[in-house]
């Protein structure tokens, strides 16, 4: 098992952000590489968790091929076999990219985040609990944290380099984009959270919320972007420990979050760069949480790779 702090290949990168390379191929393509860091609260820790960019690329890979006729996706493979047939180059960096990689179709990002909810919870819940709002827009009163939603609000957002995401409302997004290009996204978000929504719950998974990016390619169309309902845009719960009232219990990063509050709480860590050393059996514990994610989504073990 290769873990992956960062990616160095020869193609021309494009970025590099908190957890992922982005590289030119061509005009039209893009090679995505997941690595294994890992954020919390803002901040990269120095230690990697094994396996985590396999979860995060062969999850929005399943999702992609299983949502895919919604609508228009920017995804080509993930299949390191058939990526290094499309960029030969690559044949020499296989064993760091393999179970890690996507080749994806190039698009002009646009340049707010679809958030959909189904449950309160997360920020929308601390505006809530202060102002009764979410994004300055009111909701119904006497609702419990990790309540759910009579429908599934929609609640875009701004995407922050750096920093948390600003919540907006859906009047900014239609100044910005127009009534037309905001009415495709939501009923996209909409379309494709209700389908992996349908799919989790059948599989003993609540997907409280989750966050869609999209695109523009050459021609104009629309397409869904980025990485989806993964353990790192999305809350999972386990469906058969839901109560709601309070926070829940999470496939994701939960155990690394834990530490770290338990941290802060008693005056061991400011929340800021750089983060503390992480012990062996958090890394463990939230490996561990990606990789069942991904066992009870796809109803099979993360393969290994090759």
Not at 68 to 94: C, K, Q, Y
Not at 213 to 229: P, Y
Not at 235 to 252: E, L, V
Not at 261 to 270: F, V
Request: glycine share 8%; aromatic share 8%.
């Amino acid at each position: 098992m290769t873990v992956m702090t960062a990616s160095r290949l020869s193609l021309p990168l494009v970025r590099r952000g908190k957890v992922r390379e982005v590289y030119r191929v061509d005009d039209a393509r893009l090679l995505l590489v997941a690595s294994d860091r890992v954020s919390a609260f803002d901040v990269v820790m120095a230690e990697p968790i094994p396996r985590k960019g396999e979860v995060l690329t062969q999850l929005s890979a399943f999702w992609f091929g299983l949502l895919g006729h919604l609508g228009p996706t920017h995804f080509l493979t993930a299949d390191i076999d058939e990526i290094i047939a499309e960029v030969p180059a690559l044949a020499t960096d296989r064993a760091q990219l393999a179970g890690r990689t996507t080749l994806v179709r190039r698009t002009e990002p646009i340049a707010f985040e679809c958030v959909i909810r189904g449950y309160l919870s997360g920020s929308a819940w601390k505006e809530y609990r202060e102002t009764g709002t979410l994004a300055g827009e009111p909701l119904p009163a006497g609702l419990r944290e990790s309540d759910p939603f009579p429908t599934p609000v929609f609640s875009p957002a701004t995407k922050a380099e750096s920093g948390h995401d600003i919540n907006v409302t859906v009047a900014q997004v239609v100044a910005a984009l127009g009534r037309d290009r905001t009415a495709d996204l939501e009923r996209r978000t909409r379309a494709t959270y209700q389908a992996g929504r349908d799919h989790a719950a059948g599989r003993g998974i609540i997907i409280a919320d989750t966050k869609f990016e999209f695109g523009i390619d050459s021609a104009g169309a629309l397409r869904l972007i980025d990485e989806i309902l993964t353990p790192d845009s999305s809350r999972f719960w386990p469906a058969d420990r839901y109560a709601p009232g309070g926070p829940q219990p999470s496939f994701d990063k939960q155990p690394l979050r834990d530490y770290l509050q338990a941290l802060k709480d008693r005056g061991a860590w400011n929340m800021e760069a750089p983060g503390p050393t992480l012990p062996p059996d958090v890394i463990a514990a939230t490996s561990a949480r990606y990789q069942e994610a991904f066992r009870l989504l796809v109803g099979r073990p993360l393969p290994e790779t090759q």
